[in-house]
């Protein structure tokens, strides 16, 4: 292969010897046509140089090497004394042959074009390409920088509100306290979108590193549920549970995958109404680990599925609050294990987030 794009571009660049190579080619040939007289047909030896004409050089050299062949193979076999018969077949003969190396010649320099366009099209899709992913990498590293100077004094913000409603510097009146928790708790989302925003700008410039240890799934989300414990009752919402106990284990970031399950659950209790239900559901095969988390929510119609994974993505906007990183998050998660997560649902029939992860 190397030998063949060397030779290419040797053409490419070296055009004048190959020129009078390619013409001194054709003067052969009309040689050897016109010594071998009538009984040896030397017809298709004047393509090689028409192709390189027509490859290599505008469309009239291509042109002017078919006229110039069929001119010397009509000569050349002409002087040999091949058409004694009657003139009239030479130039019948001639005139197809001229015929035919013209055809070789336009189809050479129209695929040659057309080459040229897709070689030029992919260039300027590789150049667009590195012009949006150093783009993106900017855009990333402006907002992991603006992230980090904003969480630490989000941080003070909100614990000095904690400290002045613990009454630290002195009592606090009911009107006072009602307009506090509204700046702590608005304190309190704003670390979270930062934390989240972290996060997002590192995964996608690839810092994010898992360290995977074997992992037990169904006690990580077990562990999860039982932060949720009070959230779930205080919303009557009523729990079952599918998760064996020998499961198995997985090779998996046991902080990282946490993240995933709150996420999912947190959902699941924010979207599910009073007395509702959510089920978990653990599988295990011997290639990998299944989760599936469903509620009885107001669902998600179809056409957001594709959508739902992307970053700042939000179906049901005014209904909880909500900053649409969790689900960008916990699919950059899941593809980093090697994983697959999927939502299966209809609109007014709840949810069902499920993702897989191998083993290893
Ligand atoms: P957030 O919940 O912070 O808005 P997510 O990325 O976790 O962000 O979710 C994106 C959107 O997906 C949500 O705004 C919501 O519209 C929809 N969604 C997620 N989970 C559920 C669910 N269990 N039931 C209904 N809609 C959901």
Sequence with gaps: MAWKLDLNRYCERHRFPVGVLGGAYILGIAFLDYATGTEVSLTVFYLPAIALFSWYYSRPYGISAAILSTLLWFYGDFLGGRWSAHPAIAYWDGSALLGFFLA?????????LRF????????????????????????????????????????????????????????????????LEMGKNSAERLIRLV??????????????????????????????LKIYANEISKKRIVLQ????????????D??????????????AIKYTPEGGCITIKLTGSAREVRCEIADTGPGIPKESFAKLFNKFERVMVERQEGTGLGLAISKDIIELHKG???????????????????RS
Aim: net charge neutral; hydrophobic share 45%; no cysteine.
């Design 241 to 252: 549970k599918e998760i064996p106990p020998n499961i198995g284990l997985l090779w998996g």
């Design 104 to 112: 070789f010649s336009m189809t050479l320099q129209n695929l040659r």
């Design 195 to 224: 934390g989240d925003l972290l996060d997002l700008s590192k995964i996608e410039a690839g810092k994010m590193k898992l360290r995977p240890e074997d992992m037990d799934l169904g006690i990580l989300v077990t562990d999860v």
């Design 116 to 179: 040229k366009k897709q070689q030029e099209l992919m260039i300027t899709t590789q150049r667009v390409s590195a012009e949006i992913q150093k783009i993106a990498d900017m855009q990333s590293q402006f907002v992991s920088t603006v992230s980090h100077e904003l969480k630490n004094p989000l941080g003070v913000i909100r614990e000095s509100m904690s400290l002045i409603l613990d009454k630290l510097a002195g009592e606090v009146s009911g009107e006072q306290r009602k307009i």
């Design 254 to 267: 046991r902080d990282a995958l946490i993240r995933v399950v709150i996420n999912l659950v947190n959902n």
């Design 340 to 358: 697959k997560i999927w939502v299966e649902s209809e609109a007014g029939k709840g949810s069902k987030f499920v993702f897989i992860l191998p």
